[in-house]
Every structure is written in structure tokens, then in C-alpha cells.
């Protein structure tokens, strides 16, 4: 996404979209636009470069992004920007799991987000 600052209008609206089709409950379709939220907000702070660049794979109830590239560094402290007073990181409460992948002086960040409701 250029310029990432466009990511705050896009990616939560993609993000909510790919919930529903993964066959999120609304709650979690909910918790996902909000882990967008947050995630984008901060994001244009850490781009390695000009461009936003997401990935994301569906599964039932299952959604896996990534979010690079990133400088270096800096996919920690997104996650740690992510944080709310009294709520803690916002990125580590709404995803299932993170992880940080450096490849070639750059961050990717890993996040998961599962919906481990009941059966639609």
C-alpha cells in the first residue's frame, strides 16, 4: 500500500472482508478491524521504504498476515506501540500469535488471528 498513510483507510475495511470470508464470528471480524486499527496506525512510522506491503492467507477461521518490509528493529516496537493504558499491547491481545522474521537488514511481522468459535 503507497502511501502507507492510505493503509488506514484500506487495510482495516480488507481485514474485516477477510474475516467474514474466513467464517469469523462478528466478534472476531470485530477484533480483527480493531488489530488493523492498531496495526496501521503505527506502521508508516517502521516501512523499510515507501511501501506498505501486507500479506494474508485464509483459512476456515484462520487468518495469517504479514507485514513488512520492515526496518529492522522495528517490528517489536510496532508491537509495543500497539500498547493502551491498562490494556497492554493491542496487537498481542486481539492475535492468537506474532513472530518477527529478519531477512536481509529488514522485519517482517507475523501475526494470527483464529476464531475458535462454536460451528456457524
Request: charged residues 20%; neutral net charge; aromatic residues 2%.
Amino acid at each position: 500500500v503507497h502511501p502507507p498513510e492510505l493503509a488506514r483507510a484500506v487495510v482495516p475495511r480488507l481485514l474485516a472482508v477477510l474475516a467474514a470470508r474466513a467464517h469469523f464470528s462478528t466478534d472476531r471480524i470485530s477484533d480483527s478491524q480493531l488489530l488493523a486499527d492498531a496495526l496501521v496506525a503505527h506502521a508508516a512510522k517502521a516501512v523499510s521504504g515507501t511501501h506498505l506491503g501486507l500479506a494474508v492467507s485464509v483459512e476456515p477461521r484462520d487468518l495469517h498476515l504479514r507485514v513488512g518490509p520492515l526496518v529492522a528493529g522495528h517490528a517489536e516496537r510496532l508491537v509495543l506501540a500497539s500498547d493502551v493504558e491498562g490494556l497492554g499491547s493491542v496487537l498481542t491481545k486481539l492475535a492468537d500469535g506474532h513472530g518477527v522474521r529478519t531477512t536481509d537488514a529488514h522485519d517482517v511481522l507475523a501475526l494470527r488471528v483464529q476464531d475458535r468459535a462454536s460451528a456457524y
